[in-house]
């Protein structure tokens, strides 16, 4: 079983749509959580970042963590075809820690 | 402007023969990073380093190497490359120190290799 799970899609979703993107761990050690974002055959940009349970609004994202469940998202309101990208979650256990452990990544696409 | 860059964008090698990409970056960072993404495998950590002169194995060190011997520079070497489908090879950068909205790790805009 890998460390950290998440749906590789492809999701297509309309534009205007809420989106959901969602990882699982197994790891209770990560403690750190990030969502990056990926273009086609670009380097992946970090989009947002947390260290606890809760969400995290910036903007149209919101990222969500729930450590009891070992879950985390990333929501995408009032999405845009230049939300058209691979999403890449990832995570660590501390802030020494210097191997960050990544998702497979989801590739999403949005319609116009 | 401040970031990483990779070179060759594209390469293409015969099979058996060894390859070294580029990475540099002017941001200043301490530690440096290789990572190779697959289809459906995410990014995998080849190799790390904190410091110059010194470099750590990551998960999926064996076929590579890395040298460090200026802070701004990171090359990896591909030895006996072997023939397989496109790889993405992706070089990243970061402070050390606590992550968070100043710290972080910026990654390159990755090197394609292709073994023919």
């Known amino acids: 079983q890998k460390e950290v799970e998440q749906d590789p899609g492809p999701l297509s979703v309309p534009e205007g749509a809420i989106v959901s993107l969602n990882c699982t761990y197994s790891n209770s050690a990560f403690q750190y959580f990030m969502w990056y974002r990926q273009y086609s055959r670009k380097g992946p940009e970090l989009l947002m970042y947390?260290?606890?349970?809760g969400n995290k609004e910036d903007g149209r994202f919101t990222a969500q963590v729930d450590k009891s469940s070992k879950y985390i998202s990333l929501f995408i309101r009032d999405s845009q075809p230049s939300d058209s990208a691979t999403y890449l979650c990832a995570m660590v256990p501390n802030f020494g820690n210097e191997k960050l452990t990544f998702g497979t990544g989801t590739r999403l696409t949005i319609i116009p | 402007d401040g970031g990483i860059t990779q070179s060759p964008k594209y390469l293409f090698r015969k099979e058996g023969q060894n390859v070294t990409l580029s990475c540099e970056q002017n941001?200043?960072?301490?530690?440096m990073y290789w990572y190779r993404q697959d289809p459906g495998q995410g990014l995998r950590l080849i190799y790390y380093?904190?410091?110059?002169?010194?470099?750590q194995k990551g998960d999926i060190a064996e076929g590579y190497s890395v040298s460090r011997e200026k802070k701004e520079s990171f090359p990896l070497t591909v030895t006996s490359a072997q023939k397989n489908p496109t790889v993405f090879y992706l070089c990243a950068s970061r402070n050390l120190g606590p992550l968070g909205a100043g710290n972080t790790i910026y990654f390159g805009e990755g090197s394609w290799l292709t073994v023919v």
């Open positions: 380093s904190q410091i110059v002169n010194d470099f």
């Open positions: 947390t260290y606890s349970s």
């Open positions: 941001l200043n960072h301490d530690a």
